[in-house]
Each structure stands twice: as C-alpha cells, then as structure tokens.
C-alpha cells in the first residue's frame, strides 16, 4: 500500500498556482507566522461567507483555497476571445455555464484532490454552476432539520442573505425573457393540461407541490452573482481578514479533538498555520472533501481510520466519529428530451456566439448570454404511506441531448429531491491515494425512491398529446428518449438503469457532516472541541437547488460559532 504521503502532495504535481494573499494589507511580515482567531478551509459558496461573517465581528480571520482566481473580479483572465478587453472572465457570463463540462484548467479541481467533479477556485462551486437561487421551503428546515435549524431559526439568517443577494427571476438588463419557445410548450403542457399552479417562487417560496414557474437565479446585472460578488468584496476590506490562494490543506493538527492549527503546503513548502488561544478551524471544502480532510486529520468512522492507520497515520489522537461521511447525497437525475412544432432550440456557444446575442451582452448584459438556459421550474410532492412525502422537480432547458439535438428539441432534467432514502457515504479511495470519494449506492438504493419519481413522470405524462417517437405529435411536446405511453414499471427501469440519459450525478453533493450526528447545532464536530464544518455537508437534502439553502446555512452556522465564541 501507497503511503499516505501519495495525498500529502505539494500544490505544484496538483497544478495548483503558489500562495498569492489578497487582502487590504498582509499581516506583518509573514502571514504564515500569525496566530489566527478563525482558519476558514475553503473559499466556496459557503466558506466565503462564514469568513466574511466572523471578520465582521471581529475576528482576526483567514480563509484557503486550494485554487485560484475565478471571476473578472478576482483578476482572472480565462475567457473566450469575444470577451477580450472587457473585465469579464468566462464565470462571469452566465450563458457560458454549460461550457464548465468541457473543462477548465483554472476552476476544476486538479488530479489528486478529490475524485469527483469539483470546483477549485474562488466561489467554489457558486463559480460554476446555473446560478439557480430558490428559497427553500419552510418544510425542508422544520422537516428535515433538527431544534435550533427549523425554519424560524434560520429565517433571521435568511433576511441576512437576502440582504446581500436578491434573488432575481428577470436576469436580462432590459426586463425581457429570452428563448422563450420552451417555456411556453411547457406551461400549455404542465400548467393549461395538467393543472399545476402558476407562480412566482420568489413571492411563495414555500409552494411547492404542483407548481410551475420561472426560475429564479443569483445573478447580479446580467451577470453571474454569488458570495464572491457580495461577501468577499466586504471581507476585502477588513484590516483582519486575508485570503490567500493555492494552499493546500493537508490535515487539521489536533490532539484528541482540540486543534492548535493546521498542515499546509504553500508555494512547494509544508508548513503550519496557528490558532490564537480559543481560536477555530472551519472546513468549508464541500460535502466530499469535508469528511476527507476530517479523515487525514484523525477524525471519522473507525474503520476509514483503521486503514489510514496501516499507511502510516498516528493512532494516539483520533478521534471517532461514525458520522463523518455517512448521509452523502446527491439528486439522481434523468434527462427527456422532447421534440415540438414550435420549440426553437438554442445551444450557447462558448467561442462563437450569434453576433446579435453577443453584442446585446456586451453593450447591455441583455439577451440569451443573460442566463444559464434554464427557462422554466415545476415541483411536486409523491405521497408515501407513513404521511411522509417524495419531492420531485424538473427544469426545462433551452436545447436537446444526446443524441437527440435537432432544431425542435429542449431538455427536462427531472430528479428526486427531499424525503430519499437512498444515500451513500464518503470513503477514501482503495488506490493507495487515499482520496475522499463517494461510495457506490448513492442513487436508487431504495426501491421506493425511484418508483415515486417514476410515479411522478407517469402522472404528467398523461397530459401529453399521444405520440411515439417515430410519429411524433403535430401539436405539444414528444418525449423522444422515453415514450410517452410508457408504464410507471417502464419509467422505473429506464430512471434507474445507467445511461447518457440517467442515473447521472447533477453534482448536487450534501448532507455527509450532517447536524445532530456529525455536528451539533453549533456546527463543530462531535468529539472535537474547536473544529467545525459548515458547508453543504451539514444541510440535508433539499426540495429546491440546495445554493440557497447552503447559503443560509452559512449565515446560520456563523451566527452560531459567534454565539459561542465565549464559551
């Protein structure tokens, strides 16, 4: 077996750039020889804002990424050639989101860090993603969430998010929706003919069952929004906070579940970083890295640290946690495409846009390249026989799949949401690596799950025009990769049976730290007395995109490390 120095790697054989500090003035003379209130891991979606949250209150704060630079704001500079001269990066745009799946040598995390489709850079995955920004339901907090997370306790910290980022539902500068032919197939199909409620969600966040509407986005005059864009700019100007890039954190020191600071590599070097007295370490490296780094640093389920044990890792400072990793989840998704006499499919381009659609976004943020192409939302619930219930939603996009990719054809990504049962766990990779990576299971382990996404699929395709894919339907919509007149068994087998079209990862990753059994409501890890994780790790599986939600779980676990700083 490989030692454990094969995951211990320096930033450099990562491909990772060297330590660069950005902040209003760097600490003394070596930020590396300062002691630190608060080691924020992580500069994504939700480390962003509990470092912002804690420097505010006055702690002496850094926060670590792994990668680099993202947004224009940042100083990046990857970018399609229309993009040159102007500030923006290929983030900023939000109609070049699908181009992240082709890769980045700047965003993606490298080989070596985790095995699983990641960001590394600034903004985490909020510089990556649709940009989708739903409130959750009330239900998800008082349902799934235990005392001190329900959906009272967390409102206060929701009234704070939204303070910072509005949710917006018209993302183009000059008021108007663009590609609008799907969405409006879509509304005749599933609000005339099936009876689903029109709304606004931003209005009735908490409707969610047999609703459809627009979708709602993080994005910020025509541009991509997020914590970068609105937490790291206040954080920025503090005297006593920094934030440095291309750090890799290796381990959490820690004796017996109290740390004193934590093992990095910085410019090609492995080096300590200190607590003040009192002070704390938040991981905030996602729902996968998290547990990982909670595992290389003596902290997780007894067998993980059994064979990190046999490669080399002291025994005479773990701490067992079996909680750590259990509970990882992510939506399980199936894509239909669907053909229709009027839909006029439209693909982004990320180096040759429709030089309309480009000048509209350049001069005015306006147009097509305004949003991610996403053009319309729907939800529902599946009733189970213990009163519980299975929450599906789907999304409409703007162009087909697969190999279904003609002029006429848009896209539903349709996937479970809240009430699964299946879940998997974090383990570290058998290679000798040692990588945090997900474990087999994670879609469709219970039966029940896929039956009532299924169930859902069936019901709203009985409000389709009868079809089959070799004859499709003169009016409405044809489902080409599932046929209309399938049975809820048929539905069942195609969801959950692998292909280009299902049981694909929407690389929604939560829910492996969770409160209560990882954490406590406070946030820091059972069994430690100063470390912490707040992320999309701590938040368990939501009805809506879960950027929101962990959003506020940021707000919410700053809130409550602050509460109990003098403790």
Not at 238 to 261: E, P
Request: net charge neutral; proline share 6%; hydrophobic share 35%.
């Amino acid at each position: 077996m490989k030692s454990m120095l094969c995951w211990l790697l320096a930033i450099a054989s990562c491909g990772l750039s060297f330590a660069t500090p950005l902040s209003q003035e760097v600490f003394g003379t070596d930020w590396t020889q300062e002691k630190w209130d608060a080691i924020v891991i992580g500069a994504g979606t939700a480390g962003i804002i509990v470092a912002d949250r804690l420097s505010e209150a006055g702690k002496k704060t850094l926060l670590l990424e792994i990668g680099s630079s993202s947004y224009g704001i940042t100083g990046a500079t990857e970018r399609p050639a229309w993009l040159t001269g102007t500030s923006l990066s290929r983030v900023d745009v939000p109609g070049l989101y699908k181009s992240i799946f082709s890769g980045s040598e700047t965003l993606l995390c490298p080989p070596g860090v985790v095995n699983s489709y990641q960001a590394c850079t600034i903004g985490g995955n909020s510089a990556i993603n649709a940009g989708l920004y739903f409130q959750p339901p009330a239900s998800d907090w008082d349902d799934y969430h235990p005392k001190g997370w329900k959906s009272a306790d967390v409102q206060a910290a929701t009234n704070r998010l939204l303070r910072k980022q509005k949710s917006v539902t018209k993302y183009s500068r000059d008021g108007k929706f663009y590609l609008q032919s799907g969405y409006d197939a879509a509304r005749e199909w599933i609000v005339d003919r099936a009876k689903f409620t029109d709304v606004s969600f931003n209005d009735k966040p908490n409707d969610k069952d047999r609703v459809f509407g627009r979708p709602a986005y993080n994005y910020i005059d025509g541009q991509r929004g997020g914590p970068v864009r609105t937490h790291l700019q206040d954080a920025l100007k503090r005297k006593n906070f920094l934030l440095v890039t291309g750090v890799r954190v290796l381990q959490i020191n820690q004796d017996h579940g109290l740390a004193a600071g934590i093992q990095a590599t910085v410019n090609n070097g492995r080096i300590n970083i200190s607590l003040s007295p009192g002070g704390r370490v938040i991981v905030s490296t996602g729902a996968i890295a998290s547990p990982g780094l909670l595992m290389h640093s003596g902290i997780g389920p007894l067998d993980i640290l059994k064979n990190l044990s046999s490669a080399g890792m002291p025994t005479s400072n773990w701490v067992v946690n079996p909680a750590v990793g259990e509970g990882l989840f992510d939506n399980p998704n199936t894509f239909i495409v669907f053909s229709g006499p009027k839909i006029q499919s439209y693909t982004h381009s990320y180096n040759n846009p429709v030089p309309a659609d480009r000048d509209l976004y350049l001069k005015d943020r306006s147009g097509p390249y305004a949003f991610a192409s996403q053009t319309s939302v729907f939800w529902g619930y599946v009733p189970n026989s213990n009163d519980s219930r299975t929450g599906v939603q789907g999304t409409i996009d703007s162009s087909g799949f697969g190999e279904f990719k003609g002029n006429n054809t848009i896209t539903m990504n349709i996937y479970g949401t809240s009430g699964l049962l299946s879940s998997g766990r974090v383990v570290l990779s058998t290679d000798g690596n040692f990588l945090p990576t997900p474990s087999p299971g994670i879609y469709y382990s219970h039966p029940r799950d896929g039956m009532n996404i299924a169930k859902f699929i069936y019901s709203i395709f009985q409000y389709l025009p009868s079809s089959t894919p070799e004859n499709p339907s003169p009016v409405g919509l044809t489902p080409l990769n599932l046929p209309r007149h399938s049975t809820v068994d048929e539905i069942y087998k195609y969801i959950t049976t692998w292909s280009t079209y299902a049981v694909g990862s929407v690389q929604h990753w939560s829910s492996s730290c969770r409160i209560g059994s990882c954490v406590d409501v406070d946030t820091k890890v059972i069994g430690t007395a100063n470390i912490h994780v707040v992320d999309a790790s701590i938040v368990s599986p939501l009805t809506v995109n879960p950027q929101f939600g962990i959003m506020v779980a940021a707000e919410k676990g700053a809130e409550r490390i602050l509460a109990t700083w003098s403790r």
